[in-house]
């Protein structure tokens, strides 16, 4: 549809890039901004395997588990629609420092209070909270800010770049946390994590963008022109059914089958009877599937047939997360966990890709904030329905449903959708 994709016109001179798996980091800026994500986004990955421990030692329970991640995702419903409209209103690398440093300020106040055995899943699940609302806030600007970056024509390889440090944090930062789970106990973790926002928000007060979108129409202040700013977003989604239908696949796959996520220490921990380095290795294989998926991803390049490939991955997701749940042998298992990480991080970002070229400049940010309230808003109901379910019924059975949700949806979107699938 032609008016879904709006021609770019830029003031910058032309500039012969390398050309390749790796040509979006022959910008400098580029090459700062994703050096920074990735120490930063390894901290994560370390205090989410010791956060998932710690919460299941203090209440051996995956209910809880289930509303630690419900209270760490649940401020998309409200900030990430808010985090949009300011992407396309205000200075998006200002943002992101702001956003950063609360949120490296309160890893470090609960590395605290865990090192000194203050700690109790209150205190947990608030410190979630705040993190989860910085993040809402910030993650339209990150998304939107890869254009500002690169521009159109290293748009997509910079948007495969990102997602392949984002998966491979996921297989060093586990890693790493099995390391310092037995050398600086769980505490250690969360200070890592805290001291690693230093690295995110020195790159991005080094970076200077140098593609701009179009102007604000209005000041950020004139709370009417946000309203409108918003429901012009709604709309203009709602008229391109393909924008939408991305959109519906995201937020199946994260409602039904991303909570698995919440769900491994307890198979870690009472299935396969394994420690925090069992854990560890858990969370690590399934970083290293995604890794490898982001890999493919920015070596095909800008290839046809993209909508297949998102369609592809939501339904082997849905399978292995099902042969996940009813394995009962650790290989099986770990061979699942792979497998749902490639094939999640293969649809996920080439829909991210395919948002990208859809949209029009002026609603970049608004469209990325819908694309992470399906992927990141759904999440919290996920989780703690997931957790109330596995102390009904087991984890087993709720993880396996989930996924044969995730797989039918797919599947039917396969075959109903052609447009979907013509996708390039």
Known sequence: MPTEIAPVVDSQPVVRRRSGMFRALS?????????????????????????????????????????????????????????????????????LIFTQVAAGLAALALATLVATDLVNRWMVLGFSFVTGCCMALASPSYLAMTYDLVGREDLSNAIA??????????????????????VFGLAGCFFANGLSFIAVVASLWMVKPEHHSNAPAHSVKDRRA??????????????????????????????????????????????????????????????????????????????????????????VFGLCIMGFALSSRLALSLLSLFGLGFALVVSVALTNTLLQKLVTDQMRGRVMSMFILSFMGTMPIGSVVAGASSNQFGPQLTLAVGGFIVTMVAAGVAIFNKRLRALH
């Open 27 to 95: 910008h400098r800026n580029f090459r700062l901004f994703l050096t920074g994500s990735f120490l930063s986004n390894v901290g994560t990955w370390m205090q989410a395997v010791a956060q998932g421990w710690l919460v299941l030692l203090l209440t051996n329970s995956p209910f809880w588990l289930g509303l630690d991640a419900f209270m760490a995702t649940a401020p998309a419903f409200v900030f990430t629609l808010l985090g949009g409209v300011f992407a396309d209103l205000i200075d998006r690398r200002r943002l």
């Open 161 to 182: 770049m990102n997602s392949t440090q984002f998966q491979l944090s996921r297989v060093v930062g586990p890693a790493l946390a099995g390391v310092a789970f037995r």
């Open 226 to 315: 946000l309203w409108r700013d918003l429901i012009a977003g709604f709309r203009y989604v709602r008229n391109r059914p393909r924008v939408s239908s991305l959109l519906l696949l995201a937020a199946v796959n994260s409602l039904f089958g991303a909570p698995y996520f919440s769900m491994v220490p307890i198979f870690a921990r009472d299935i396969f009877h394994l420690g925090e380095t069992g854990l560890a290795l858990m969370m690590g294989t399934a970083g290293g599937g995604a890794f490898m998926g982001a890999l493919l991803v920015a070596y095909l390049g800008d290839f046809r047939r993209k909508g297949w490939f998102v369609l592809g991955g939501s339904v």
